[in-house]
């Protein structure tokens, strides 16, 4: 699977919309980009996922390039319930485990 | 519904006993994984069952590691003489296959330490 490439960290201030972008260059043709988030001491939720049209669901939009080799997972109107880890993710439609990097920490401030 | 549940919550055991950390599933889920989480890192993947399929096993650190999923259902991660590297939050999480891409269920987990 394509490895992918996030920023450390990230600031939010609540109710502003958070936008958190992964590179994933090496992506090939058959590779989704799915994004999960994992509040501290839980377990990962999932989120979204794509593969090349944009998607959105109730919880958040995920934009995908055209080249596809970058996303930026959108959270519209961020809460302190959503600071978290987030993860973005490449893998093949039917690979086995789910590899996750060290994602971006989010810490939505009042 | 109910979601994936997992027992215990924690384990404290000492260095070179055996552990079993146990996997409830969401029902009706044929896809079941178990991971495992160190301090402020991301998530391994150890091992994978789907079906009546023979597991992938190839995450798996060592063989003092094994797992079961009996009746398509529960799966059990067994440690064998444990050591402190193995302290972890271990994860399981279940999926529905339908022929394309899915998502993953994730437990609460286990905490793992062993002294």
């Known amino acids: 699977d394509a490895k992918t490439t996030q920023p450390t960290s990230m600031d939010c201030a609540e109710g502003r919309a958070a936008n958190l972008p992964c590179n994933h260059s090496t992506i090939s043709g058959n590779e989704y980009v799915y994004w999960y988030r994992q509040i501290h001491s839980q377990g990962p939720q999932y989120i979204i996922h794509g593969l090349k049209n944009n998607e959105t669901n109730e919880m958040a939009s995920l934009i995908i390039t055209e080249d596809r080799k970058s996303s930026t997972l959108i959270l519209p109107h961020a ?11 490449v893998r093949k439609e039917n690979n086995n485990d789910m590899r996750f990097g060290a994602g971006t920490r989010l810490t939505v401030k009042p | 519904g109910a979601g994936v549940s997992q027992s215990p919550s924690n384990k404290v055991t000492e260095k070179g006993k055996d552990v079993e950390l146990r996997c409830d599933p969401i029902s009706g889920h044929t896809a079941l994984y178990w991971y495992r989480q160190s301090l402020g890192q991301g998530l391994e993947f150890l091992i994978y069952f789907q079906g009546n399929s ?47 891409p899915y998502e993953q269920y994730f437990g609460p987990g286990t905490r793992l330490t062993v002294t």
């Open chain 2, 54 to 100: 023979a597991p992938d096993k190839s995450g798996l650190p060592s063989d003092r590691f094994s797992a079961e999923r009996t009746g398509g259902s529960v799966s059990t991660l067994t440690i064998q003489r444990t050591q402190q590297e193995d302290s972890a939050v271990y994860l399981c999480a279940s999926s529905h296959l339908a022929g394309g």
């Open chain 1, 79 to 89: 809460t302190l319930r959503d600071t978290a880890v987030y993860y973005c993710i």
